[in-house]
């Protein structure tokens, strides 16, 4: 083996510079990649796009911002330092209705000015000034359920293939470094559950628990890690031999750290693009589930929730189905153009999909 | 080759060790059984607790759960799936009405796929970089991006009741029975028609590019040049000696996707009133009815198991490599 002293005057850019320089030509795959940002930020930025409650107001002489906490308080723990003032925290509070601009009461209310829970008008309105994409069953603001509802999708989308990556990750690295009995034993489980269509795995076990949104999302990491981990394995096959990964033994290093530190890395490429697509297919269960009546429960939003109460309505209420369905779509679609172009950028080999 | 097929097999025994002990322990793992719940709406707390027992006997809940699991295999082994803790009709007969209605969507579906998608990929692949290249694989990326049940959910919306020009509420209409023959057949095609399409439309992209991307592989052997040396028309050299070799993958791959399409769509065929499989599964998760539940998993799961057996086979038959890969 030769090696080439390095005489470049400059260096050559590292692998995650070309990798984002090649994404960022791909046209495509930028939209996508700025759709889902956008979409990450609706979720984030829920309670100050539509809320009950508006950003900042005065009433009866002291100034709020009931919106505004609310929204830093979706960040764990802080709502132990930071909450709500006390008219505003009270479930009997309605602030619409205490408004009394004769006091000097003002507000700064948010783009929508209606939370996702709070039922203001008649049930299923069309489209209007005031609900621009109408109101569901129980007359609450449908846009604002759409809004909040991307909360949930991001949420789940995230954390569930966090779980999944995680598993998927060990395992997989644990075959493709060990081999022997453990790739052995792993190999078989990896087959064992690609053998059930995941989506009967998922109703079996979610039909025994109460229905809250954290187990739907554990219960879609705890299926959905086979692709990961098998992605894992193979690359982990493939680089355990290479020189690096014999120069870094010779050297001592233990094989915990020579897995995480030296072959992971090299490895991510493709776990990262299956984990792209696995967050499309995640938010596409969980709004499937909700449809179901699986997921999410009333009155929390979610999009198949949405989805679902059109459904029902289907004669009475038809504006329910479009905007849920769109807002499916495009999150699907933003995260498939992600991963095709991560894949198309990253491991030309991999094109399997359907885009070329 | 005998070597590879029985390390095949036995691996594929593990498997489906596997996969029985998922099917019945991940219905066990879980607080309440069904005797439990049939015995809720009982008021008295006696009766309530004697008929509970009962139950519990009458269903073998009682005994240790390994005891349950060999009793399980045991029967499976002698094609017993069990009666429905719901209804008590045997499982094998629930399935046995709820197949046909999932197996002709997807025997219908697959039909159309390759009907319409086989010849979009050879034309692509003939005017690879073309301007019907391109159109068609943005459109059909875009339909392949359309979650299945958003689709149903417009078409219902759009085409069942907006125009009002289709059913969607289960195989049949409410007057079928009197109907003549012609008029049930064309009822019962008219009731297919938008779950078939949800269920094809997004394969399209994917057997398109499929076969696209196979046959340009194709046109690039020996043997094409050698056929078009010869002086064969190009729609021979296309469609008798390049797309005839690229159909190995193709099926295998069609093995591959059946048994997934088998188990239907939970939502799809839920959406659509469909009396399938995926369907009784749904109803079996919500009635705590272990037997369905565990008899549709396992039956999907060998049926997957099945076909990559097959496919492996296929494979190793086909290419020496794979046999000395493990």
Known sequence: MTTEPNTLETPSPSGLRQVWQRFRRDRLGFAGLLVVLAMFAVAVLAPMLANEQPIACKYD????????????????LVTLVVHKPVPFRLATFVYKEEFDASRGDWAIW?????????????????????????????????????????????????????IAALIGLILGCAAGYAGGWVDMVISRVIEVVTCFPPFFL????????????EYVMIVIGLT?????????????????????????????????????????????????????????????????????????????????????????????????????????????????????????????????GPRA | MARYVFGRFLSGLVTLFGITVVSFFIIQLVPGDPAELQTATIADAQVSEAVYERLRELYGLDQPVVVQYVRWVGKLAQGDLGSSFHDGRRVSAKIGDALWPTLSVALLSFLLTLIISVPIGIYSSVKQGGRFDRIMSTLLYMLYSVPSYVMGMLLILFVGVKLDLLPFRGMRGDDYADLTLVGQMWDLAKHYVLITFCFTFGNLAYYSRFVRSNLLEV???????????????????????????????????????????????????YMFSWPGLGRLYFEGVLQRDYPTIMALNLITALLVLGSTFLADLSYGLVDPRVRYDD
């Open chain 1, 224 to 352: 959905r890690w086979v692709g990961i981990a098998r992605f894992a394995r193979g690359e982990l096959l493939r680089i355990r031999e290479s020189d690096y990964a014999l120069a870094a033994r010779a050297l001592g290093v233990r094989p915990l750290r020579l897995v995480f530190r030296h072959l992971l890395p090299n490895a991510m490429a493709p776990v990262l693009i299956s984990i792209t697509f696995g967050i499309a297919a995640s938010i596409l269960i969980e709004a499937g589930l909700s449809w179901l009546g699986f997921g999410v429960q009333a009155p929390e939003a979610s999009w198949g929730s949405i989805l679902r109460a059109g459904y029902e309505n289907l004669f009475t209420a038809p504006h329910l189905i479009p905007p849920a369905c769109i807002a499916i779509f495009v999150a699907v679609l933003a995260f498939n153009l992600v991963g095709d172009t991560l894949r198309d950028v990253i491991d030309p080999r991999l094109q399997t």
């Open chain 1, 110 to 162: 948010t783009p929508v000015p209606f939370g996702p829970r709070e039922i203001i008008s008649p049930p299923l309105e069309g489209p209007s000034g005031l609900h621009w994409l109408g109101t569901d069953q129980s007359g609450r603001d449908v846009l604002a359920r759409l809004i909040h509802g991307t909360k949930i999708s991001m949420k789940v989308g995230f954390l569930s293939m966090g």
């Open chain 1, 202 to 213: 998922i109703l079996a076990v979610l039909a025994w628990f109460p229905p809250r949104i």
């Open chain 2, 219 to 269: 046109v690039r052997q020996d043997y094409i040049r050698t056929a078009r040396a010869k002086g064969l028309s190009e729609r021979r050299v296309v469609l008798k000696h390049a797309f005839v070799n690229s159909l190995i993958p193709l099926i295998s791959l069609i093995g591959l996707t059946f048994p997934f399409v088998l188990s239907g769509s939970v939502i799809l065929e």
């Open chain 1, 61 to 76: 002489g002291a100034l709020y911002f009931p919106a505004l906490i609310e929204t830093i308080d979706q960040i764990p």
